[in-house]
């Protein structure tokens, strides 16, 4: 079992950053990987950012490439997303969630509650 929280949200002004934090908890393989997922009101989830825990392989969404960073620290089993120039789009729920590497899309059994990122224009 595996046990995830984010935190790190909150307003901020668009142009500005934030750096959210998933702290996992439990038994984490190193063939883990970690994504972060975002959900706008009346929009479908989609993942932003994926990152294995061992660290050898990273994924950053199109549209958010360029502002958006995924790192983890494996000794304090964290994985960070920082969001750089954010924008009013940028607004919703962030998730994270782990779960086994597989093709062509990982399985994530696991996730965390969810931070709200607010954006205002």
């Known amino acids: 079992q595996v046990h995830l929280v984010e935190s790190g949200g909150g307003l901020v002004q668009a142009g500005g950053s934030l750096r959210l934090s998933c702290a996992a908890s439990g038994r984490i393989s190193s063939t883990y990987v970690v994504g972060w997922f975002r959900q706008a009101p009346g929009k479908e989830r989609e993942v932003v950012a994926r990152?294995?825990?061992?660290?050898?392989?990273?994924y950053i969404a199109d549209s958010v490439k360029h502002r958006f960073t995924i790192s983890r620290d494996f000794a304090r089993s964290t994985v960070y997303l920082q969001m750089n120039s954010l924008k009013p789009e940028d607004t919703a729920v962030y998730y994270c969630a782990t779960g086994q590497d597989r093709w062509p899309q990982p399985r994530y059994d696991y996730w965390g509650q969810g931070t709200q990122v607010t954006v205002s224009s």
């Open positions: 990152i294995s825990w061992s660290g050898s392989s990273t």
